[in-house]
């Protein structure tokens, strides 16, 4: 048998390595960056970091130091010596500019959410979800239990459907329909995008009532009272019927095979003749492609590993959405990726047979 030739790390493997373990401090230097609100004090102007310091209640010096941290992370300029602008990944922490993530930001960093990972090599022996044995309630029932970390959660999944919401009306033909039901819609962001892009077309949100909270804002907004009804509901009992499409989006992830397909099969049995199940998830590759280990095509990945630690979900490949369709008397017809809403692809499916 062959020697397999040692692995010679380089300064670029070290490099990867050190970048990865301290993304976690740079998870945090971007939340506290939200939290004093930075981005809003510098505005469209350079600052010297002592007056934003000064307008955030802090000191000077850390102050300068927290900005600089976040000039290295590529979010601000050091425009001059002690003087800060905002780059332009950074405007993405300005609660009142367009396709802000604050409220993404403040989700994903949120020590709730961050405590289950300290759990993680224990979810991968047991294959339980963490987030239970830490707060003795599953994720979505500690939400209910904090209106604040449910408000919170609302805003960070409409900021998080926004690219999804831009591009969804251009890539499927809505105008065959007569009504649409966004299953687990939450704020209605989605279905409001598709619903301003077809005036033909109806809606319905439904979702718990938690997670319906702002969706009469959203759609009072968008001038869709009228177009779109909000039902208060468990997608594991029923869906509505009376539509000719059931769309959901981020929302079998969340749950094991068994409860995915109990979902799909509520609107398998509410689909009528000629209906469409449209899915918006990520699809895994059959295996990961080789890369630069970055970020980015990390996340998906990292999305895996959220769902098992926090709620018990899992992300799938096409092959395991075709099982979930089948075993809920669906066909899968196609996955299209998402241009503009990477990695999210549409998934089509229709009643089997």
């Given at each position: 048998?062959?020697?397999?030739?040692?692995?010679?790390?380089?300064?670029?493997?070290?490099?990867?390595?050190?970048?990865?373990?301290?993304?976690?401090?740079?998870?945090?230097?971007?939340?506290?960056?939200?939290r004093?609100?930075?981005?809003?004090?510098?505005?469209?102007?350079?600052?010297?970091?002592?007056?934003?310091?000064?307008?955030?209640?802090?000191?000077?010096?850390?102050?300068?130091r927290?900005?600089?941290?976040?000039?290295?992370?590529?979010?601000?300029?050091?425009?001059?010596?002690?003087?800060?602008?905002?780059?332009?990944?950074?405007?993405?922490?300005?609660?009142?500019?367009p396709?802000?993530?604050?409220?993404?930001?403040?989700?994903?960093?949120?020590?709730?959410?961050i405590?289950?990972?300290e759990?993680?090599?224990?979810?991968?022996?047991?294959?339980?979800?963490?987030?239970?044995?830490?707060?003795?309630?599953?994720?979505?029932?500690?939400?209910?239990q904090?209106?604040?970390?449910?408000?919170?959660?609302?805003?960070?999944?409409?900021?998080?459907?926004?690219?999804?919401?831009?591009?969804?009306?251009?890539?499927f033909d809505?105008?065959?329909?007569?009504a649409?039901?966004?299953?687990?819609g939450?704020?209605?962001?989605l279905?409001?995008?598709?619903?301003?892009a077809?005036?033909?077309?109806?809606?319905?949100?439904?979702?718990?009532?938690?997670?319906?909270?702002?969706?009469?804002?959203?759609?009072?907004?968008?001038?869709?009272?009228?177009?779109?009804?909000?039902?208060?509901g468990?997608?594991?009992?029923?869906?509505p019927?009376?539509?000719?499409?059931?769309?959901?989006?981020?929302?079998?992830?969340?749950?094991?095979?068994d409860?995915?397909?109990?979902?799909?099969?509520?609107?398998?049995?509410?689909?009528?003749?000629?209906?469409?199940?449209?899915?918006?998830?990520?699809?895994?590759?059959?295996?990961?492609?080789?890369?630069?280990?970055?970020v980015?095509e990390?996340a998906?990945?990292?999305?895996?590993?959220?769902?098992l630690?926090?709620?018990?979900?899992?992300?799938?490949?096409?092959?395991?959405?075709?099982?979930?369709c089948?075993?809920?008397?669906?066909?899968?017809?196609?996955?299209?990726?998402?241009?503009?809403?990477?990695?999210?692809?549409?998934?089509?499916?229709?009643?089997?047979?």
């Open positions: 048998m062959a020697n397999t030739p040692a692995l010679a790390p380089d300064m670029t493997d070290r490099d990867l390595l050190v970048r990865l373990v301290f993304g976690s401090m740079a998870a945090q230097t971007v939340r506290a960056a939200v004093l609100r930075v981005v809003e004090l510098i505005g469209d102007t350079p600052r010297p970091a002592a007056d934003v310091a000064a307008d955030a209640g802090a000191e000077p010096q850390p102050m300068t927290l900005l600089r941290a976040l000039a290295g992370l590529g979010l601000l300029r050091e425009h001059s010596f002690g003087t800060f602008a905002v780059a332009p990944a950074g405007v993405l922490l300005d609660p009142g500019r396709g802000s993530l604050t409220s993404f930001v403040r989700m994903f960093t949120e020590p709730e959410i405590r289950a990972w759990h993680l090599d224990d979810s991968v022996r047991t294959g339980d979800v963490a987030f239970d044995a830490v707060f003795g309630t599953d994720f979505f029932s500690r939400l209910a904090r209106p604040e970390l449910s408000a919170e959660f609302n805003a960070a999944m409409s900021q998080a459907t926004a690219e999804a919401a831009a591009v969804l009306p251009h890539a809505f105008g065959r329909y007569a649409v039901t966004d299953v687990g939450g704020d209605g962001t279905l409001a995008a598709v619903l301003a077809f005036p033909g077309l109806k809606g319905v949100v439904l979702d718990t009532s938690d997670g319906l909270a702002q969706a009469p804002g959203t759609l009072r907004r968008h001038g869709l009272a009228d177009r779109c009804s909000l039902v208060a468990d997608f594991f009992r029923s869906v019927e009376g539509s000719d499409l059931y769309l959901m989006k981020s929302i079998l992830h969340d749950w094991p095979d409860r995915a397909v109990t979902i799909l099969r509520h609107c398998r049995a509410a689909l009528p003749s000629g209906g469409r199940v449209l899915i918006l998830e990520p699809v895994l590759p059959e295996t990961v492609p080789g890369g630069s280990g970055g980015d990390a998906t990945y990292l999305s895996d590993l959220n769902m630690v926090n709620v018990g979900g899992r992300e799938r490949t096409r092959t395991d959405f075709e099982d979930l089948r075993a809920a008397g669906l066909s899968l017809l196609s996955a299209t990726p998402l241009p503009g809403a990477e990695p999210f692809s549409l998934l089509e499916a229709a009643a089997a047979g």
